[in-house]
């Protein structure tokens, strides 16, 4: 769910190409590209690059191939779009400076992708804006980033209201190969250095008579090193003699609580569900 407010109305601005919007799944987050039309991911001299991007553009690069400034494209490794949909064929603009919501399904086993986008109303558009088949079979890894890269600055801003990415696997029964156990067993062992790594990060802060006081699956990010960081506290500081002394005890007893639910969610895989 998405909308975008002009900054510059100026016609020359809106030639320039870069006023986009795109959701973007990229194999790695080491990679850089130029600014402006090429997302800060792509530039004009890669072209190997496996990168899948659906763009909400609302600029004319003629160099591009851009029907007008008000488009939805579909990126395959390149800037130059595979395959365009004209919005001013809809009743969908992006200028209009409303909530547009976006509904992009793609169907790995029929290699088909289907993108819809609408009003925010809660209600899937009866009709796609592009419904074409697809094979993104040498685009995705086992792990891919996603996320969405922003318009070219001074020009519009798009406001990401809230998104939701998921994915379902077609399992089919049969003996795991040694390969695939050892890749297992790979994952569950970088699962628990995660785990290690969070529980000497608590047990530093309470050495140091400090509560972290927010923890939860959502306080731990990666470094570049793919090594776990805590962030996100709530900070409660430890003062010895104090009357505070109960609250203190309840405010480590809360952290345990909540790398206990940490330990169980990174083991599951699973988000854990509120009851009551």
Known sequence: MFTSNATDESSS??????????????PDEFTVGT????????NDTCD?????????DISHGIEFGDPNDDHVR?????????????LSETTVALHDGSVHRAWINYDGSRKWIDVYLGANNGHVPNLTIESLPLDLSGFLNEFM???????????????????????????????????????????????FNLIEDIAKALSFLHSKGT??????????FLDISY???????????????????????I??????????????????????????
């Open 35 to 42: 600014a402006g039309p090429w997302f800060g991911l792509l």
């Open 227 to 249: 090594e776990a960081v805590l962030v996100d506290y709530a900070l409660l500081t430890i003062v010895a003699k104090s009357n505070r002394g109960e609250n203190a005890f």
């Open 145 to 191: 980033f996603v996320g969405f890269s922003p318009p070219q600055p001074n020009q519009h801003k798009f406001s990401v209201l809230s998104w939701n990415f998921s994915s379902a696997i077609e399992a089919f029964p049969q003996i795991p190969s040694e390969r695939t156990c050892k890749r297992n067993l790979i994952h569950q062992v970088s699962k």
């Open 13 to 26: 601005s809106r030639d320039q190409g870069g006023s986009s919007l795109a959701l973007v799944l990229v």
């Open 74 to 86: 579909i990126n395959l490794g390149t800037i130059v779009s595979m395959k365009t949909a004209d």
């Open 48 to 56: 190997h690059y496996k990168i899948f991007a659906i763009e909400f």
């Open 251 to 276: 405010g480590k007893r809360k952290d345990v609580f909540g790398f206990g639910m940490m330990v169980l969610e990174i083991v599951a895989g699973k988000r854990s569900v509120s009851v009551g």
């Open 211 to 220: 509560i972290h006081g927010n923890l939860r699956t959502s306080s731990m």
